[in-house]
């Protein structure tokens, strides 16, 4: 059984920045993608960032700029380094991993940006 494990919310005025990682653990034969999507409340949960196992990257629109995905293949980790940060970037953000040909979530982190 894969589990995901998200660190590094919190709480950040406006214009600031947070790190999130998100670590992989188990027994681990194929991990095709892992990123990030995020749920605000009243709202569907959006894809912000998905790296591939090759490095390709791809980014929600509202974030581009702003956000950086990336990996640590040995460690079986991803990095999402939000700069910048905005009130409407408030939201859960979860952990997604296309592991052993099968999708796996995290926990879920809040992240709340306000002054």
């Known amino acids: 059984q894969v589990q995901l494990v998200e660190s590094g919310g919190g709480l950040v005025q406006p214009g600031g920045s947070l790190r999130l990682s998100c670590a992989a653990s188990g027994s681990i034969f194929s991990r095709n993608a892992m990123g990030w999507y995020r749920q605000a409340p009243g709202k569907q949960r959006e894809l912000v960032a998905i790296?591939?196992?090759?490095?390709?990257?791809n980014y929600a629109d509202s974030v581009k700029g702003r956000f950086t995905i990336s990996g640590d293949n040995a460690k079986n980790t991803v990095y999402l380094q939000m700069n910048n940060l905005k009130p409407e970037d408030t939201a859960v953000y979860y952990c997604?991993?296309?592991?052993?040909?099968?999708?796996?979530w995290g926990q879920g982190t809040q992240v709340t940006v306000s002054s």
């Open positions: 997604y991993g296309l592991i052993n040909y099968e999708v796996t």
């Open positions: 790296i591939t196992k090759i490095g390709t990257t």
